[in-house]
């Protein structure tokens, strides 16, 4: 006989109401959630690679405005912070870095729109970001995802 105390197997019902099976091993962070706030890096990542574009090619190019270019370059890579903080506070399970994350989402789809309209390269950059875009929007409003950032709903 051993005196070593014996716990009794887990059930279901004892479950903890927040994991996932998908769970990324992150104790309350599901995989939904880490999903979203990946969208929403990568969605920084893009806006700060173009703001450097526009800012790399209105120094070393010729273009009609200067002061416009510059402008459009520093206006991308600080619009870029947006997703970037809410993808910290997404990985950090923050309740209220679902807000700037859902705007990034729904900005996001009137960029992708414009791009399906060119005839040209853009199209499947349009595809990529307004797939990415209702999937972070999915993710977001998914019932894990809300419960794992202790979002309530409204009585």
């Given amino acids: 006989m051993s005196s070593a105390k014996q716990t009794p197997d887990r059930t279901p019902a004892d479950a903890?109401?927040?994991?996932?099976?998908?769970?990324?091993?992150?104790?309350?962070r599901?995989?939904?959630?880490?999903?979203?706030?990946?969208i929403a890096a990568a969605e920084a990542?893009?806006?700060?690679?173009?703001g450097v574009y526009v800012l790399v090619g209105s120094v070393t190019g010729h273009p009609?405005?200067?002061?416009?270019a510059v402008?459009?370059?520093?206006?991308?890579?600080?619009?870029?912070?947006?997703?970037?903080?809410a993808a910290r506070g997404l990985l950090r399970r923050r309740s209220w870095s679902r807000g700037p994350a859902v705007i990034t989402q729904l900005m996001a789809l009137p960029v992708a729109w414009t791009l399906l309209q060119e005839d040209?390269?853009?199209i499947p950059a349009g595809i990529l970001l307004?797939?990415?875009?209702?999937?972070?929007?999915?993710l977001l409003f998914h019932p894990t995802t809300t419960r794992a950032l202790n979002i309530r709903p409204r009585a």
């Fill in 45 to 50: 990542l893009a806006l700060f690679a173009g």
């Fill in 71 to 85: 402008t459009g370059g520093v206006t991308l890579i600080v619009l870029g912070l947006i997703p970037l903080i």
């Fill in 120 to 122: 040209s390269a853009a």
């Fill in 30 to 38: 599901t995989a939904r959630v880490t999903g979203a706030a990946a």
């Fill in 130 to 138: 307004g797939a990415l875009a209702i999937t972070g929007l999915v």
């Fill in 16 to 28: 903890d109401p927040l994991a996932d099976p998908a769970d990324d091993s992150a104790p309350g």
């Fill in 64 to 68: 009609d405005k200067m002061t416009q």
